[in-house]
């Protein structure tokens, strides 16, 4: 079963880019649409966006001024900047890998089926 | 973006109890529905996709319907470890959104 794990630095002052990197356990990054989803404390929640094999991204609009993802399969892992950060961007965040049945030109997606522990990241001075 | 909706926001049950949570979509979503289950301080668990398939290991007590825009998730027979927020979330189109979760606790 393949497992995911985030990392990347617990605290980041505001007006910075919060840079965090998934690591892939197998050799599956070039197949699949990878996810980042965040959860601020006690609340729910919130699909930041994916990146796909090619580099193809699809970015979240109410973020999508601030995010950039990228993918390096030579090192199985997949990684998100937010820029200009605040303290609403403090949460948990994570990885998922996002499942469904994907040919060419089309996609069923399943939900996010494989998740990263998740790592929390603080914006404070 | 397609807003989604849950009832109830909690429910208090004791093991045995049969729990029904409703999700509904702002929009017709076909069956592009998922059920996750988060326990506190864990990653959220994929139980249901596709608005009833059950997710490899899942119970069978967990079930899910519904299509369109109205869903809802059934846990026949509430177990001590059902004991967790449950959220859907729309796969139909991106952005993906998710419901504001239901809290299953204890009565």
């Known amino acids: 079963q393949v497992q995911l794990q985030e990392s990347g630095p617990g605290l980041v002052k505001p007006s910075e880019t919060l840079s965090l990197t998934c690591t892939v356990s197998d050799d599956s990054i070039s197949t699949y649409y990878w996810s980042w989803v965040r959860q601020p404390p006690g609340k729910g929640l919130e699909w930041i966006g994916y990146?796909?094999?090619?580099?193809?991204?699809?970015?979240n609009p109410s973020l999508k001024s601030r995010v950039t993802m990228s993918l390096d399969t030579s090192k199985n892992q997949f990684s998100l900047k937010l820029r200009s950060v605040t303290a609403a961007d403090t949460a948990m965040y994570y990885c998922a890998r996002i499942g469904g049945v994907f040919g060419s030109g089309w996609s069923y997606y399943y939900g996010m089926d494989v998740w990263g522990q998740g790592t929390t990241v603080t914006v404070s001075s | 973006d397609i807003q989604m909706t849950q009832s109830p926001s909690s429910v208090s049950a004791s093991v045995g109890d049969r729990v029904t949570i409703t999700c509904r979509a702002s929009q017709d979503i076909s069956r592009w529905l998922a059920w996750y289950q988060q326990k506190p301080g864990k990653a959220p668990k994929l139980l249901i996709f596709?608005?009833?398939t059950l997710q490899s290991g899942v119970p069978s007590r967990f079930s899910g319907s519904g299509s369109g825009t109205d869903f809802t998730l059934t846990i026949s027979s509430l177990q001590p470890e059902d004991f967790a927020t449950y959220y859907c979330?729309?796969?139909?189109?991106?952005?993906?959104?998710f419901g504001p979760g239901t809290k299953v606790d204890i009565k």
């Open positions: 596709a608005a009833s």
């Open positions: 979330q729309q796969a139909d189109s991106f952005p993906f959104t």
């Open positions: 990146i796909y094999n090619s580099g193809s991204t699809n970015y």
